[in-house]
């Protein structure tokens, strides 16, 4: 019997957590609701007190959600964006050592895929996460955010040209504090879906897995929250 090893990479959302500090997000908002003593559909339930139905509020780029190229206004919506681009073979490109504010180069990469590629010989790969471990060590923290290993907009560029559709991270996207979203710029710009806030990336064990990412069915919106696993066989 073969049994497959399940990998939840989902940050999740809960009341008041923290999102990426700037202008116009709002933390999430999850608030219980329960019907009153003097509601009449109350008397329905021979045991139970009271039916919960509670409600969230958020941002679609609340914890570990995808960007789609709308999001800078570059180009498809993430409900246009076909369900195969978030499911599928897909390549771990290890960057766990990297230190705080460490960039991670093109240089970086192509040494990495050299690695890798031996391993993944005929195998159609269109999929990409990135590790660092970051999240998993500083979520919660404002160094999460300020303090965060990032891509060069080289970087970027390279896994374009590499032909990835989907680059999934558990770090920063851009570089802390810069001015602009020059790496946003580089993958949206070109169409490639970007997975942010990726957290138990220090649980993979392979190079290659079985990619789960599946944003919630919101329509007319450049992102969403996502459940996101990977399968290791």
């Known amino acids: 019997m073969i049994r497959m090893k399940i990998i939840d990479l989902t940050l999740e959302i ?31 339930y021979e045991t139970s007190p009271g039916m919960k139905a509670s ?4 941002m679609v780029h609340t914890g570990t959600h995808i960007d789609a190229p709308d999001h800078l206004s570059y180009g498809k919506k993430l409900h246009e964006i076909p369900i195969e681009t978030f499911i599928g073979n897909t390549v771990i490109i290890d960057m ?12 970086d990469l192509e040494e990495a895929w050299k690695k890798i590629k031996k391993e993944i010989q ?19 923290t404002t160094e999460c955010f300020t303090d965060s290993p990032y891509l060069t907009k080289d970087a970027a560029q390279w896994l374009v040209k ?33 997975i942010e806030y990726l957290t138990n ?8 897995v079985k990619l789960y990412a599946l944003p919630m069915k919101l329509f007319n919106t450049e992102a969403a929250p996502a459940r996101v696993i990977v399968i290791e066989d």
Request: charged residues 25%; aromatic residues 6%.
């Open 162 to 194: 590499k032909g990835f559709k989907l680059i999934g991270l558990d770090f920063q996207t851009d570089p802390p504090g810069t001015i602009g979203r020059p790496v946003h710029e580089a993958l949206l710009g070109n169409g490639v879906c970007i």
């Open 122 to 140: 005929g195998i159609a790969i269109d999929k990409a996460i990135i590790r660092t471990c970051w999240t998993s060590k500083t979520w919660g």
């Open 14 to 44: 809960s009341d008041g957590m923290k999102i990426f500090p700037t202008t116009g997000y709002i933390e999430p908002k999850i608030k219980l609701n329960v019907t009153p003593e003097n509601d009449p559909l109350r008397g329905q």
């Open 201 to 208: 990336t220090e649980k993979i064990s392979k190079k290659l």
């Open 96 to 107: 766990s050592k990297k230190a705080a504010k460490e960039a991670i180069t093109t240089t």
């Open 55 to 58: 409600y969230l509020c958020c």
